[in-house]
């Protein structure tokens, strides 16, 4: 899928996404109580997003309980700092426009301009410090913390997971 296609989705899909719209049974299937409540916190469109994450997967022929927890709170870190659906096209821009520049103005703390791009470059490893004092086993932690390192020949799991994420 094109890139364009891919964030023109991402982008509709936050301006249409709703809260409550997604079957708490389900979810309550792949996730603990506590880990549900931290799923809630997310934004809608990232409920959504996480939500088909975890489909794809299914679709795929997934089943490993950790790699499905994982779909769902691979971007829960973002409910450190939300985002506006104006950030997220700043992230976009800055990273196809300036990708070196983009990367440096990750680090640091999420403040200022460069909040948006701290929250993109840092939301894996808070979302795994989350997901680890929410209960999620070593495997579910492990694969939210690298959902957007490269991954290495044999890390099956992190592959699916990224591949899943990629095209939804």
Do not use: C
Not at 48 to 59: G, I, M, N, S
Not at 84 to 95: A, F, K, M, P, T
Not at 110 to 118: D, E, I, Q, S
């Amino acid at each position: 899928m094109s890139s364009l296609v891919y964030r023109s989705r991402q982008f509709w899909l936050a301006l249409t996404a709703r809260r409550g719209g997604l079957p708490a049974d389900q979810i309550g299937l792949y996730l603990s109580p506590t880990q549900q409540t931290l799923f809630r916190r997310l934004q809608p469109a990232e409920q959504a997003h996480a939500w088909l994450v975890l489909k794809r997967l299914q679709e795929s022929g997934q089943e490993d309980p950790d790699l499905l927890a994982a779909a769902l709170l691979h971007d829960i870190g973002k409910i450190i700092a939300p985002l506006s659906i104006w950030e997220r096209v700043l992230i976009v821009l800055g990273q196809r426009l300036f990708p070196r520049r983009a990367a440096a103005w990750g680090q640091g703390q999420p403040r200022g301009l460069r909040r948006a791009f701290v929250v993109a470059a840092q939301h894996a490893h808070w979302g795994a410090d989350l997901a680890a004092r929410a209960g999620a086993s070593a495997r579910t932690v492990a694969l939210i913390r690298r959902h957007q390192d490269s991954a290495s020949a044999g890390d099956r799991l992190l592959a699916a997971l990224q591949a899943a994420d990629n095209e939804t």
